[in-house]
């Protein structure tokens, strides 16, 4: 399967800040997406990054806080704004790959701590 | 590491046992089942997937089962070695939300030497 990285691996921030977390996938996907992982919690889903349009938010998640960017078939970005101690979590983001299986493989995540 | 959590179910094996981790689904809606695995400060590894269509699907090792009466789902891992040792997470997705996953709560496996 493909694999996908993220950068950064992990950050500290300020309250107030905004922070841009950046997804690559080897290989094209078919869709991509980000979900958040609080600590010691499972993981929820944020949103699906649609390339070259909006992104498509869940429930409790909204484009204002949680901006993304997905200018072609094998990178997205999710920008954390304005965060607050709330925000700390694993964020991660996941492709779903061409292949027949359509099996859906996730990134090692990013975690962040905000003070 | 950053997925232990008090309020985690937890399973204790001996190597060379067999596990059972179980989970419960929420929507009779879903159509497609998945088992990740996922150790500390990595991301979930896939395991093994079940369509709604089936009820048994083996891979190496591992066989999952889905009893769609009681939205039920299970994991049994044979052998079970140290190196399982991880949280498990069951998803389920598909019917009108392609791509799009629900997970469970997770399960801690530990398995001892």
């Known amino acids: 399967s493909a694999v996908i990285s993220q950068k950064p691996s992990r950050d500290i921030c300020q309250r107030g800040t905004s922070l841009t977390i950046q997804c690559q996938v080897d290989?094209?996907?078919?869709?991509m997406f980000w979900y958040r992982q609080q600590p010691g919690q499972s993981l929820t889903l944020i949103a699906t990054?649609?390339?070259?349009?909006?992104?498509?938010?869940e429930s409790g998640f909204v484009i204002d806080k949680f901006p993304i960017s997905r200018p072609n078939l094998t990178f997205s970005t999710l920008t954390v704004s304005n965060m607050s101690p709330e925000d700390s979590s694993i964020y991660l983001c996941?492709?779903?790959?061409?292949?027949?299986?359509?099996?859906?493989?996730f990134g090692p995540g990013t975690r962040l701590t905000v003070l | 590491g950053e997925n232990v959590g008090l309020h985690l179910p937890t399973l204790s094996v001996q190597e060379g046992d067999n596990s059972i981790i179980n989970c419960a689904y929420s929507?009779?809606?879903?159509?497609?089942f998945i088992w990740y695995k996922q150790e500390s400060g990595k991301g979930p590894q896939f395991i093994i997937d079940?369509?709604?269509?089936?009820d048994k699907r083996q891979g190496q090792r591992v066989t999952v089962l889905l009893n769609k009466t009681v939205k039920h789902l299970s994991l049994q891992i044979a052998a079970t070695q140290p190196g399982d040792s991880a949280v498990y997470f069951c998803?389920?997705?598909?019917?009108?939300?392609?791509?799009?996953?629900?997970f469970g709560q997770g399960t801690i496996l530990t398995v001892h030497p």
């Open positions: 290989s094209q996907v078919t869709m």
């Open positions: 079940i369509r709604s269509n089936m």
């Open positions: 929507n009779s809606a879903s159509d497609y």
């Open positions: 998803a389920e997705g598909g019917g009108t939300s392609y791509g799009k996953l629900t």
């Open positions: 996941s492709g779903i790959g061409t292949g027949d299986d359509n099996e859906q493989f």
């Open positions: 990054a649609n390339q070259g349009s909006e992104a498509t938010y």
